[in-house]
């Protein structure tokens, strides 16, 4: 059973830690994208001073957070136009 003093084993302090730029190329997603959802979105990350770094899980967390299932849907149909009638004369 982990604890404080006997850390599970699969995580690593130091595992695959990216920089924004990287990140981004990594994830799929623009730099902007990402740092907008760091700053105002609540995205995952680790900040060492100035520098934003992503590790491998936050990476994936941040994957799942907008994934976005293929959802086929049919076209909606546009309402007919309702038939004109020609003017009648008074005779």
Not at 18 to 30: E, F, N, Q, R, T
Not at 77 to 85: F, G, V
């Given at each position: 059973?982990?604890?404080?003093?006997n850390?599970p084993?699969?995580?690593?302090?130091h595992?695959?830690f990216?920089?924004?730029?990287?990140?981004?190329?990594?994830?799929?997603?623009?730099e902007?994208?990402?740092?907008?959802?760091?700053?105002?979105g609540g995205f995952p990350?680790?900040r060492?001073?100035k520098?934003?770094?992503?590790?491998?899980?936050?990476?994936?967390?941040?994957?799942?957070?907008?994934?976005?299932?293929?959802?086929?849907?049919?076209?909606a149909?546009?309402?007919?136009?309702?038939?004109?009638?020609p003017a009648?004369s008074?005779?």
């Open positions: 059973m982990p604890t404080a003093q850390p084993a699969d995580t690593d302090e595992d695959d990216m920089k924004v730029a990287a990140a981004a190329k990594d994830i799929g997603c623009g902007r994208w990402l740092r907008d959802g760091i700053n105002h990350h680790d060492y001073g520098s934003i770094w992503l590790s491998r899980q936050q990476r994936a967390e941040i994957r799942r957070m907008h994934r976005q299932t293929a959802q086929w849907r049919r076209p149909r546009r309402p007919r136009k309702p038939a004109s009638t009648r008074a005779a």
